[in-house]
């Protein structure tokens, strides 16, 4: 499933586990966290937009070459306007790059050694030198310590990096992965999505061309895409994939737009025949859903259902859907 999807947009640490929940049968989130502390197939890094993204661990690599550069500037802006010069920048990722190799290392860790050594840890200082970290390609999140989400040393956790890719073939691979899990799209939707220059994206559509069809609307699919139907009514988590996947999420919420609120914060919905109609919640482990429109009353035994499985998929107490 993150493979279809390319990448999980992943601050939320839930919220990149319900995505996989609600596009998947059986699974729990435990089977997430031994993917990423076992099995090491999936990890977390800054990479599409600066953002933290769930991706396959073999993607880590062409990602990480794409998106770096980018990533690297956001990163040493911010640390200026911290307070964080750039001595003591790069002191701090020295400092991490020699933690991690001694073994996972979660973020308070990692903020003791740099607060010791002298390099200013308040606000949001620690979590951009990580992204400067990240950035040189040094960490990123692996295995689950506790609760916590460790970073780790790049190679010392997947092993040494694969040749590099070219830019104009990874923009190419970038269209094609993007478009076999958000078609039918454009260029336009995948600027957007990976936070690259739309030319950048009109040259990955160029170079993938011939695999495409035409679906109108500057809209283009996977020659060999196949029209699926609607799911059934579905409880999404917290920064959903469908909700940023595209440069309009028009379709998708219609008039909801409070569901997206005013600091960036994607909000939990439910998606009833394709669209947004309602937000939800887990106050007191008890699924809890804020209607915005009305439901009939399959829908809400539909929903119900899926309440149930959230519940199950992260290992909580059954207790019976509320509705608002």
Do not use: C
Not at 157 to 181: F, H, K, Q, S
């Amino acid at each position: 499933m993150v493979e279809r999807l390319l990448a999980i947009q992943a601050q939320d640490g839930r919220g990149f586990r319900l995505a996989i929940r609600s596009r998947s049968s059986g699974l729990s989130a435990a089977d997430v966290d031994g993917a990423l502390s076992r099995d090491r197939t999936l990890v977390v890094s800054w990479l599409m937009r600066g953002t933290l993204h769930l991706v396959r661990s073999e993607d880590y690599w062409w990602l990480h070459r794409l998106t770096a550069s980018r990533q690297a500037m956001g990163s040493e802006r911010r640390l200026r306007e911290e307070g964080v010069d750039a001595d003591q920048a790069e002191r701090g990722v020295d400092l991490i790059t020699k933690a991690v190799a001694e073994g996972p290392q979660t973020r308070e860790q990692l903020r003791r050694r740099l607060a010791a050594a002298g390099v200013p840890t308040a606000g949001q200082a620690v979590v951009h030198i990580l992204g400067v970290a990240s950035a040189q390609g040094a960490v990123l999140r692996g295995p689950l310590v506790g609760a916590d989400h460790a970073f780790v040393g790049v190679e010392q956790w997947l092993g040494p990096a694969p040749a590099a890719v070219g830019r104009d073939e990874a923009l190419a691979r970038l269209a094609r992965r993007y478009l076999d899990g958000h078609a039918p799209a454009g260029p336009d939707d995948l600027a957007k999505w990976a936070g690259i220059p739309l030319g950048e994206a009109r040259a990955g559509f160029d170079a993938i061309g011939y695999e495409l069809m035409a679906v109108g609307d500057g809209l283009m699919a996977p020659a060999s895409a196949l029209e699926a139907p609607l799911p059934a009514p579905r409880l999404l988590g917290p920064f959903d994939p469908l909700l940023h996947g595209w440069a309009s999420r028009e379709p998708f919420v219609g008039g909801h737009r409070g569901i997206v609120t005013s600091n960036g914060i994607f909000r939990p919905v439910a998606l009833v025949r394709g669209r947004v109609v309602a937000t939800w919640g887990l106050p007191d482990g008890r699924p809890t859903v804020t209607v915005l429109e009305p439901l009939s009353t399959r829908d809400r035994r539909v929903l119900s259902e899926d309440g149930a499985d959230v519940l199950r998929f992260l290992g909580l107490p059954q207790k019976p859907v509320r509705y608002d």
